[in-house]
C-alpha cells in the first residue's frame, strides 16, 4: 500500500496491517472536514431558523426586559413586582454581572444562552424568574423570622 502513502504510517504502528488503519483514518479525515466546514461557514452568527433572531445582550433595562444588540426584548412570564427595593436593587446588580455581553437566541418573549451554536432548553426568562422567586421567599423568611410578620 506505498501508492497512499501508508508505509510511514503503518510503521508508526507496528504489528497492524494498513488496512485495518485506513477506515479509522477516513473517519479521522471526514470529521476534521467536516468541522472545517461547520467553524467556516458559521461565523458565529448564523443561528437555527426557529428563533427569530440572534445576538448580544447590551443591557438589562429591568428584570423583564433586556436589550439584545439595540433591540428591547420583553420576557414574558418574569414578574419581580413582590420584590422589596433591595431585593430588586440586587437583582438588578446581579443580572447586569451576569448577561451583559452573552450570546442569545430569542424566540418571541422567550430567550435561550447561545451556546456556541447550540441552546439550553431552559430559557433566560425562566432564569430570571427562579432568581426572583428565590430572593421573594427569602424576603418572606426574614419578614417572619426577625420581624414577626408572617
Known amino acids: 500500500m506505498r501508492y497512499l502513502g501508508c508505509s510511514r504510517l503503518c510503521s508508526i504502528f507496528p504489528g497492524r496491517?494498513?488496512?485495518?488503519?485506513?477506515?479509522?483514518?477516513?473517519?479521522?479525515?471526514v470529521l476534521c472536514f467536516s468541522e472545517v466546514l461547520v467553524s467556516a461557514?458559521?461565523?458565529?452568527?448564523?443561528?437555527?431558523?426557529?428563533?427569530d433572531m440572534s445576538g448580544t445582550?447590551?443591557?438589562?433595562?429591568t428584570p423583564s426586559s433586556i436589550l439584545v444588540g439595540k433591540e428591547e426584548v420583553s420576557l414574558e412570564n418574569?414578574?419581580?413586582s413582590g420584590l422589596s427595593s433591595a431585593a430588586h436593587a440586587y437583582l438588578m446588580r446581579d443580572l447586569k454581572e451576569w448577561l451583559i455581553g452573552k450570546g442569545v437566541f430569542v424566540k418571541g418573549?422567550?430567550?435561550?444562552?447561545n451556546l456556541n451554536g447550540a441552546y439550553n432548553s431552559v430559557s433566560i426568562n425562566e432564569m430570571i424568574q427562579?432568581?426572583?422567586?428565590?430572593?421573594?421567599?427569602?424576603?418572606q423568611y426574614y419578614r417572619c423570622y426577625y420581624y414577626g410578620r408572617c
Do not use: C
Open 78 to 80: 418574569v414578574d419581580s
Open 17 to 29: 496491517s494498513s488496512m485495518k488503519i485506513l477506515p479509522a483514518l477516513a473517519i479521522i479525515a
Open 41 to 51: 461557514g458559521t461565523d458565529g452568527k448564523t443561528f437555527s431558523s426557529s428563533f
Open 130 to 139: 427562579k432568581e426572583v422567586m428565590d430572593l421573594w421567599h427569602e424576603q
Open 57 to 61: 445582550i447590551t443591557d438589562v433595562l
Open 109 to 113: 418573549n422567550r430567550v435561550y444562552f
